[in-house]
């Protein structure tokens, strides 16, 4: 049960990216006032959790609407936080757990970003969508191991909403390089997971002759 917390904590921290969030929330909101920004960073996280909780309950029923195998979601999601592990060891922006550039400038000419680009998808992302569907498959019904997911999201979502509300004293406190010096070792340990979920994914399909 530890182990999956651990995988399911470090997993949501590195796709939804708290401090990234937290980031360029503060960015997104340098006029508003402190009540305001408040508001937007528990609308904005509230409404990511109603998004991620739907993708928990009706990931697995989409699988088997469109014929997808566990094994697939497991080879396919760990190529995915593969992706985004490689960025983040780099420490270059990705579309998997931030906004892109586009996005970034749409958002500036908006009061209200709790919606977009906060909720989703700078909050509830690709990558996020992804893990949750994969975490909860890979419990494979086991509601203890479903429900330490959750509250491991629950969790992740909490450390994101708090760091949006201190986000330009997280900014002086670690500055740019500190951030990225973070943002490197969990890209390091998400890749070993992700390449953990590939293996299970190929030894599980059949493809090697395995039973």
Same mark, same amino acid.
């Given at each position: 049960?530890?182990?999956?917390? %651990?995988?399911?904590? /470090? ?27 408040? +508001?937007? *960073? ?6 990511? &959790?109603?998004?991620?909780? $739907? ?12 014929g997808i195998s566990l +094994? ?7 190529? %995915? &936080? &593969? $992706? ?11 579309? !998997?757990?931030?906004?892109?550039? @586009? ?21 509830? !992302? ?7 569907? $994969?975490?909860?498959?890979?419990? @494979? #019904? ?12 629950? *969790?992740?979502?909490? %450390? /994101? ?28 340990? %998400?890749a070993a997971l992700a ?10 399909? #059949?493809?090697?002759? #395995?039973?």
């Amino acid at each position: 049960m530890l182990e999956t917390a %651990l995988v399911a904590l /470090t997993t949501y921290f590195a796709t939804i990216g708290p401090l990234d969030v937290a980031a360029i929330f503060a960015a997104l909101t340098p006029h508003n006032t402190s009540s305001e920004r408040r +508001a937007i *960073a528990v609308k904005g996280t509230l409404m990511a &959790l109603g998004i991620l909780l $739907l993708f928990a309950a009706f990931g697995d029923a989409l699988l088997h609407l469109f014929g997808i195998s566990l +094994a697939a979601l497991r080879t396919a999601g760990g190529i %995915l &936080l &593969l $992706l985004i592990a490689i960025d983040m060891v780099f420490a270059r922006p990705s579309g !998997g757990v931030t906004t892109t550039e @586009e996005e970034n400038r749409e958002a500036t000419a908006k009061h209200d970003i709790s919606v977009f680009p906060l909720a989703t998808p700078l909050i509830a !992302g690709p990558g996020a969508m992804g893990a949750t569907i $994969l975490l909860v498959a890979n419990a @494979e #019904g086991d509601w203890q191991i479903i429900g330490l997911v959750v509250a491991s999201l629950i *969790a992740m979502l909490a %450390l /994101t909403c708090l760091l949006m509300l201190v986000a330009a004293q997280i900014q002086r406190l670690f500055g740019i390089t500190g951030l990225h010096v973070i943002s490197r070792v969990f890209g390091v340990l %998400l890749a070993a997971l992700a390449v953990q979920f590939i293996f299970d994914g190929i030894a599980s399909s #059949g493809l090697l002759g #395995g039973s």
